[in-house]
């Protein structure tokens, strides 16, 4: 099982970037699919996820409206559109699936088996 994740880099304040995350090895329309972050010298916090249903739940307090979550089940790929970036999204983004999880734990980065090597992206002000 492998998950990719490209698409991050260097940005500007009120920038946009797109992040993907290619899935293998697993039925990847069955899944749960889910963003993380993790700033420097902080712990990882939950973005977003997208249920195999295509229910999408996200951290409205950290990106409240400026970030959407959506999956391509035919490519298996899950992506995380960025927009009006800011500083303090800064942070490597990380990409994870998980299996029969349920919406109560879906913030919970423990209920998500399979992990990507995460994508930095750096927002400069």
């Known amino acids: 099982v492998q998950l990719q994740a490209s698409g991050g880099g260097l940005a500007q304040a009120g920038d946009s970037l797109r992040l993907s995350c290619a899935a293998s090895g697993i039925s990847f329309s069955r899944y749960t699919a889910g963003w993380f972050r993790q700033a420097p010298g902080k712990e990882r916090e939950f973005v977003a996820a997208?249920?195999?249903?295509?229910?999408?739940?996200t951290n409205t307090d950290a990106v409240k409206g400026r970030f959407t979550i959506s999956r391509d089940n035919a490519k298996s790929t899950v992506f995380l559109q960025m927009d009006s970036l800011r500083p303090e999204d800064t942070a490597v983004y990380y990409c994870a699936a998980g299996a029969g999880i349920i919406l109560s734990n879906i913030r919970n980065s423990r209920a998500y088996t399979y992990w990507g090597k995460g994508t930095l992206v750096t927002v400069s002000s």
């Open positions: 997208i249920r195999y249903s295509g229910n999408v739940i």
